[in-house]
């Protein structure tokens, strides 16, 4: 897919302190390196930015006119701004790549992906929500993967405008194609269990950001949200993969919040599923343990009332694992009840069994737990595996473990 990319003109330079730093030098010729390659061919488009036109054509001269690097593009910040506002439909157009926050800014404004070279001086705004690559070469292998990465491990339509998808295959021990895979899929169960790993954290995160930005499934996204551990805690890192995908969409969350920033509370800890119930118990429980514990959060009452009032009442959650369903089942049906336009479920990690779709008749308030829920119907859905997004996991692993 073709991209164009907006990168701060602090890339080009090899000193920032005025003095010549032989590493930054070495690394700035790797990064010219990379980038002329990169954008000799149609697919990309490689624009320099800064706010200060003298720098942009002193840097002109000295790459195109000197250098020959003719496919290099030099653009004021203002206008690359004008530019990017009149075509913000098209999001998944624009990289922006710098470490400034001003680079993040018109980022988030166009919903676009944000990726900040480690070794080039980084804000701290932009430092903490933005894509962190270390090396030039990962820099470019990544925007190859952004090229051309499109495809879900795993996906299945619950119902018009009901949508889960998996990253991966979550079955480390048989169902991982490579022992780079194998690896990654292991260690990353290790992440959630025991928060360990957290370059695997950092691949997931790549490989769903690349595919989110290539579709348009999400762009009428308005509120993101997870599931509640067992214990009622948020899980870091499925929180922290929730929260940046929201910052690049640009959505917010109510203001004055008394419950914690997630749209979903779980009021009270219950078992494990997987450690206290067999199988078949599991798939014949649905939703109801789910519904003993868990709720709306009172706080986004109003904001999701205005959304349904605009139409635009469409919700993304996030998990660790997809197993059977039953915490979906009973997300989307207290959403359903609310009156959701649409709802993705993505969870990181599916260990191939079907979707048991159970629909409820719900009463009450769902912004607290104590609502009635009776079973009214009962369906199986099945995934569509898709083992090329195998392929592209790996790709990232190598590119991030290099």
């Given at each position: 897919?073709?991209?164009?990319?907006?990168?701060?003109?602090?890339?080009?330079?090899?000193?920032?302190?005025?003095?010549?730093?032989?590493?930054?030098?070495?690394?700035?010729?790797?990064?010219?390196?990379?980038?002329?390659?990169?954008?000799?061919?149609?697919?990309?488009?490689?624009?320099?930015?800064?706010?200060?036109?003298?720098?942009?054509?002193?840097?002109?001269?000295?790459?195109?006119?000197?250098?020959?690097?003719?496919?290099?593009?030099?653009?004021?910040?203002?206008?690359?701004?004008?530019?990017?506002?009149?075509?913000?439909?098209?999001?998944?157009?624009?990289?922006?790549?710098?470490?400034?926050?001003?680079?993040?800014?018109?980022?988030?404004?166009?919903?676009?992906?944000?990726?900040?070279?480690?070794?080039?001086?980084?804000?701290?705004?932009?430092?903490?929500?933005?894509?962190?690559?270390?090396?030039?070469?990962?820099?470019?292998?990544?925007?190859?993967?952004?090229?051309?990465?499109?495809?879900?491990?795993?996906?299945?339509?619950?119902?018009?405008?009901?949508?889960?998808?998996?990253?991966?295959?979550?079955?480390?021990?048989?169902?991982?194609?490579?022992?780079?895979?194998?690896?990654?899929?292991?260690?990353?169960?290790?992440?959630?269990?025991?928060?360990?790993?957290?370059?695997?954290?950092?691949?997931?995160?790549?490989?769903?950001?690349?595919?989110?930005?290539?579709?348009?499934?999400?762009?009428?996204?308005?509120?993101?949200?997870?599931?509640?551990?067992?214990?009622?805690?948020?899980?870091?890192?499925?929180?922290?993969?929730?929260?940046?995908?929201?910052?690049?969409?640009?959505?917010?969350?109510?203001?004055?919040?008394?419950?914690?920033?997630?749209?979903?509370?779980?009021?009270?800890?219950?078992?494990?599923?997987?450690?206290?119930?067999?199988?078949?118990?599991?798939?014949?429980?649905?939703?109801?343990?789910?519904?003993?514990?868990?709720?709306?959060?009172?706080?986004?009452?109003?904001?999701?009332?205005?959304?349904?009032?605009?139409?635009?009442?469409?919700?993304?959650?996030?998990?660790?694992?997809?197993?059977?369903?039953?915490?979906?089942?009973?997300?989307?049906?207290?959403?359903?009840?609310?009156?959701?336009?649409?709802?993705?479920?993505?969870?990181?990690?599916?260990?191939?069994?079907?979707?048991?779709?159970?629909?409820?008749?719900?009463?009450?308030?769902?912004?607290?737990?104590?609502?009635?829920?009776?079973?009214?119907?009962?369906?199986?859905?099945?995934?569509?595996y898709n083992d090329a997004a195998k392929d592209e996991v790996s790709e990232l692993y190598d590119i991030f473990n290099s």
């Amino acid at each position: 897919m073709e991209k164009i990319l907006f990168c701060n003109l602090d890339l080009l330079k090899k000193t920032f302190d005025g003095t010549e730093n032989l590493v930054l030098q070495e690394t700035r010729n790797q990064f010219l390196y990379y980038a002329n390659d990169l954008c000799s061919d149609k697919e990309n488009h490689l624009y320099f930015i800064s706010r200060d036109q003298k720098l942009l054509d002193s840097a002109k001269n000295h790459f195109v006119k000197l250098k020959g690097f003719s496919n290099f593009k030099f653009c004021l910040r203002d206008k690359a701004r004008e530019f990017v506002m009149q075509h913000r439909k098209h999001n998944n157009l624009f990289v922006f790549i710098g470490g400034k926050e001003a680079d993040f800014h018109m980022a988030v404004n166009t919903q676009s992906l944000f990726i900040v070279p480690t070794w080039i001086p980084v804000e701290e705004k932009a430092g903490f929500y933005g894509v962190h690559v270390d090396t030039p070469e990962q820099l470019f292998k990544f925007v190859r993967t952004l090229n051309n990465q499109e495809n879900w491990y795993a996906e299945v339509e619950i119902e018009p405008n009901v949508i889960a998808l998996s990253l991966m295959d979550g079955r480390y021990k048989f169902g991982s194609k490579t022992q780079n895979e194998r690896d990654m899929v292991e260690h990353f169960e290790q992440l959630l269990k025991f928060g360990t790993c957290r370059n695997y954290y950092d691949i997931l995160l790549y490989h769903f950001l690349a595919g989110m930005t290539n579709s348009k499934l999400f762009d009428d996204i308005e509120l993101f949200g997870m599931i509640p551990s067992s214990d009622c805690s948020l899980n870091k890192d499925i929180f922290s993969f929730m929260y940046q995908t929201r910052i690049i969409k640009g959505k917010h969350v109510p203001r004055n919040l008394q419950n914690g920033e997630n749209i979903l509370l779980r009021i009270s800890p219950k078992q494990k599923a997987h450690l206290s119930y067999s199988t078949d118990q599991r798939v014949a429980m649905g939703a109801k343990e789910e519904f003993k514990t868990i709720c709306i959060n009172p706080d986004f009452k109003n904001k999701i009332n205005a959304l349904k009032k605009s139409g635009k009442f469409n919700v993304c959650i996030f998990d660790d694992y997809m197993t059977h369903g039953n915490s979906f089942n009973a997300v989307r049906n207290l959403l359903q009840q609310l009156g959701a336009n649409k709802i993705i479920f993505v969870s990181l990690g599916n260990f191939g069994k079907p979707f048991q779709k159970k629909d409820y008749t719900i009463t009450g308030d769902v912004y607290n737990t104590g609502y009635t829920y009776t079973l009214i119907g009962s369906s199986i859905k099945y995934f569509i595996y898709n083992d090329a997004a195998k392929d592209e996991v790996s790709e990232l692993y190598d590119i991030f473990n290099s």
